[in-house]
Each structure stands twice: as structure tokens, then as C-alpha cells.
């Protein structure tokens, strides 16, 4: 069984960052992809980037350039950075986790608003 809990949503204003973690739990984890997506009320969720174990990173156009990924096998944690943040970020994000089948965390809430 493989659980993930996300930290470090809030507010921020435009223009501003955020830095988004997720503790990863189970056994294997270094194999797994790991990723975020988010989702607004009354849209599907949305993929925003995903880190393979070899740190192969992959992001949504709409936040190539601003968002980063990256993992710590050690510690079994992965962290997004957000930055340049747009009031089209908020949404509540998500961090999972992918070997066959796809675990999802709880949520966390980011709002982009002045």
C-alpha cells in the first residue's frame, strides 16, 4: 500500500512562489514515478509535471519555466517549486504515484490571488 501526503499550499499573490512536498510511504517507492496534477472545481484534474527514478522530469506546458520537480529517493519525498505563479495556478494539487497503477494524495490548496 503506498500513501502520500502533500504540504505547503496557501495563499500567494501573483508573481509570487510556493514550494509543494509530498511524503511518499511503501515499499519501492525509488521505482515509482512521481508526480502532481491539480484540479479546479467542475474540471477534470489536470497533469502538471511527473520525475521518473532517474530524475527524467516532465511538465505541462503551462508551467514549463516556472515550476520545477524533483525527488529524494533517500528520503522518499518529492517537492514541486512553484514559481512566477498566475492566478490560473489555483487549483488543489495533487502528488501520486505510478508503478502500474496510480496512487493519489489528499490535496492541497493553492490559491494565486492579489
Known amino acids: 500500500q503506498v500513501q502520500l501526503v502533500e504540504s505547503g499550499g496557501g495563499l500567494v499573490q501573483p508573481g509570487g512562489s510556493l514550494k509543494l512536498s509530498c511524503a511518499v510511504s511503501?515499499?519501492?517507492?525509488?521505482?515509482?514515478?512521481l508526480g502532481w496534477y491539480r484540479q479546479v472545481p467542475g474540471k477534470e484534474r489536470e497533469f502538471v509535471a511527473s520525475?521518473?527514478?532517474?530524475?527524467?522530469?516532465v511538465y505541462a506546458d503551462s508551467v514549463k519555466g516556472r515550476f520545477a520537480i524533483s525527488r529524494d529517493n533517500a528520503k522518499n519525498t518529492i517537492v514541486l517549486q512553484m514559481d512566477r505563479l498566475k492566478p490560473d495556478d489555483t487549483a488543489t494539487y495533487y502528488c501520486?504515484?505510478?508503478?502500474?497503477?496510480?496512487?493519489w494524495g489528499q490535496g492541497t490548496q493553492v490559491t494565486v490571488s492579489s
Open positions: 511503501g515499499s519501492g517507492i525509488s521505482s515509482y514515478v
Open positions: 520525475i521518473t527514478s532517474s530524475a527524467t522530469a
Open positions: 501520486v504515484a505510478r508503478l502500474g497503477r496510480l496512487y
